[in-house]
């Protein structure tokens, strides 16, 4: 069974960078089709694709956060990281991780989710 698994901090400072990672079992995040999105969602506000790293590591991300965003992973650990600096109380969301099946087009597991408040 695969598994995502979020985590870090929970309350990160305004301009601070905001880092989360995803843990990832039953599956390696190496094999081709697969490829690692992290997705946000703001209180009250619909679901946001923040960007991925596939199965070769390469990178894609939202254009509006481009600037912000980096997302690397360690293989050994079958784990992937979002950094987003300078953040502002906007960046407050429950952020996701989930696997996305280039095969049929569709994300077919996600973490649970885990909650980001930015605040001083």
């Known amino acids: 069974q695969v598994q995502l698994q979020e985590s870090g901090p929970g309350l990160v400072k305004p301009s601070q960078t905001l880092s989360l990672t995803c843990t990832v079992s039953?599956?390696?995040?190496?094999?081709?089709?697969?490829?690692w999105t992290w997705i946000r969602q703001p209180p009250g506000k619909g679901l946001e694709w923040m960007g991925v790293?596939?199965?070769?590591?390469?990178?894609y991300y939202s254009p509006s956060l481009k600037s912000r965003t980096s997302i690397s992973r360690d293989t050994s650990k079958k784990q992937f990281t979002l950094q987003l600096s300078s953040v502002t109380p906007e960046d407050t969301a429950v952020y996701y991780c989930?696997?996305?099946?280039?095969?049929?087009?569709?994300?077919?597991?996600w973490g649970q989710g885990t909650q980001v408040t930015v605040s001083a």
């Open positions: 790293i596939d199965y070769s590591g390469s990178t």
């Open positions: 989930a696997r996305w099946y280039s095969g049929n087009y569709r994300y077919d597991y």
């Open positions: 039953g599956a390696s995040i190496t094999i081709s089709y697969y490829n």
